[in-house]
């Protein structure tokens, strides 16, 4: 069983959360710099909107990072030794008196656990997919009057303290919250192209009509990598919850905090899905498996080791006791939900029939 739990609260204070209380932190934080999070930023710190006002753009950058460096510092007292943090966020640029330039978000953040003393490991490049592949900025074809076209954000990863040790039991959850070789090769490749995911939401009572959303895609593969099943996992500023919607299907626990109440709200809601959604992206997930499986000559076929928990085929001996075990159901509770699992019963599909043990 696994908890599901979202909180309105500013994060730069989680004293509802004890120290080392978690194992993960994934999030999306508001991009300073992004004209649409100047109100927000400012409503924290007035100074911040005077700086924009009298056009010192280097100022009101720095004092939006002072926010969330309180985050940044908030979730260090709350993670547990040798957890892990992942942060998306990307960089903005934008002209103000007059002046364009590049606004390193990305930099201010490594900086900062640097300064906490974490472990810089390499990031993550996601892609995003985009329509206009000819999109450009400045000035046509003349010489240095064009800038370069950003399409790109970071995943930064960071680990506190050394390398987790698993002892006991942990050790057959780890081994059980293994992921597929095919997916290894995907996941920890620095370059990520997966779909964005629009910002707007229906109007509400909220302070905003957007959220920091990310794909579901994100935060699953970031959980799958660095927790184990069982594992609590924290996301500070957690928008419509999908962080939380990832845990779920996932088998860890979640804390989510967003600062808006209505937004709180609606993330529930949001979180609110069925077995058999949930179950649909584990089916997926299985089938993928399955499939690259069934594309393997027959010499590489032979190779492969018997995984005993789904009965399958897979490529390395670490896969063996891989056990994805299925929602049995999700259960509404005061500040979120309850998920119970059961083992995993596969859709027999045609296709997959010559690959079962």
């Not at 002209?95 to 490991?121: C, P, R, W």
């Amino acid at each position: 069983m696994t908890n599901h739990t979202m909180i309105a609260a500013n994060s730069s204070n989680l004293s509802k959360l004890s120290d080392k209380s978690v194992n993960l932190v994934v999030t999306s934080p508001p991009y300073p710099m992004i004209e649409m999070w100047d109100e927000m930023f400012s409503e924290q710190n007035p100074e911040i909107g005077t700086d924009l006002a009298n056009g010192d753009g280097i100022a009101a950058f720095n004092k939006m990072h002072d926010v969330l460096n309180a985050v940044w510092k908030e979730c260090d007292r709350v993670l547990d030794d040798n957890g892990f943090v992942c942060i998306n966020i990307g960089d903005a640029t934008r002209t103000i008196d007059g002046e364009f330039q590049l606004y390193s978000n990305h930099t201010k953040v490594i900086n900062q656990f640097l300064a906490m003393g974490y472990s810089v490991l390499p990031d993550i490049h996601w892609r995003k997919q985009s329509n206009a592949p000819n999109k450009f900025m400045g000035s046509g074809m003349y010489p240095a009057g064009a800038y370069v076209t950003y399409e790109h954000e970071y995943i930064l990863v960071f680990r506190k303290g050394g390398k987790r040790v698993f002892k006991g039991t942990g050790k057959e959850l780890r081994q059980k919250s293994a992921f597929f070789w095919e997916e290894r090769n995907v996941w920890f490749s620095d370059i990520w192209e997966i779909k964005g995911t629009s910002q707007l939401m229906a109007k509400t009572k909220a302070s905003r009509d957007r959220n920091a959303s990310f794909p579901f895609e994100i935060p699953y593969r970031l959980i799958n990598m660095y927790s184990a099943e069982g594992d609590t996992v924290l996301d500070p500023f957690a928008g419509l919850g999908t962080t939380n919607i990832a845990c779920m299907i996932s088998n860890r626990n979640s804390i989510g905090i967003d600062i808006d109440p209505e937004i709180v709200k609606l993330a529930i809601e949001n979180m609110g899905i069925t077995t058999e959604a949930a179950n649909a992206i584990i089916d997926s997930r299985i089938k993928r498996h399955l499939e690259f499986i069934a594309a393997l000559p027959d010499e590489k076929k032979a190779k492969c080791y018997d995984n005993g928990p789904h009965g399958i085929r897979v490529k390395t001996k670490q896969e063996t006791a891989i056990e994805i075990e299925q929602l049995k159901s999700i259960e509404r509770t005061e500040s979120g939900y309850e998920c119970y699992y059961e083992k995993y019963k596969p859709i027999q599909r045609p296709e997959q029939m010559s690959l079962v043990l």
